[in-house]
Nanobody, 120 residues
Framework: QVQLVESGGGLVQAGGSLRLSCAAS????????MGWYRQAPGKQRELVAD???????NYADSVKGRFTISRDNAKNTVYLQMNSLKPEDTAVYYC??????????????WGQGTQVTVSS
């Protein structure tokens, strides 16, 4: 009922930048929060950043000052601008969206993941 389409991953050298996008569609009446998580090989999935419908943001300490999350509520899309990338940022990045369906139930959906690789 909810589809998330991610884009923007790739290979970049250390110090470079990438911008991730995630568009939500489906039987959605409202979206409360959208966020980005990442999972490196052999590690648990961790929160990178999230943003509420009011625009309140939250960042992992490891990305503060380098990453910026934003959203376009009209397009149900969340972005992650990643600057000054480091090799330790290498991971699969997943979009997560939480909200309410037209039929009433709340939902939490995940994107398919996009690979970000930072070379040293």
């Amino acid at each position: 009922q909810v589809q998330l389409v991610e884009s923007g991953g790739g290979l970049v050298q250390a110090g470079g930048s990438l911008r991730l996008s995630c568009a939500a569609s489906g039987s959605i009446i409202s979206i409360n929060a959208m966020g980005w998580y990442r999972q490196a090989p052999g590690k648990q999935r961790e929160l990178v950043a999230d943003i509420t419908d009011a625009g309140t943001t939250n960042y992992a300490d490891s990305v503060k000052g380098r990453f910026t999350i934003s959203r376009d509520n009209a397009k149900n899309t969340v972005y992650l601008q990643m600057n000054s990338l480091k090799p330790e940022d290498t991971a699969v990045y997943y979009c997560n969206t939480r909200g309410t369906l037209v039929t009433g139930p709340r939902f939490s959906s995940w994107g398919q993941g996009t690979q970000v690789t930072v070379s040293s």
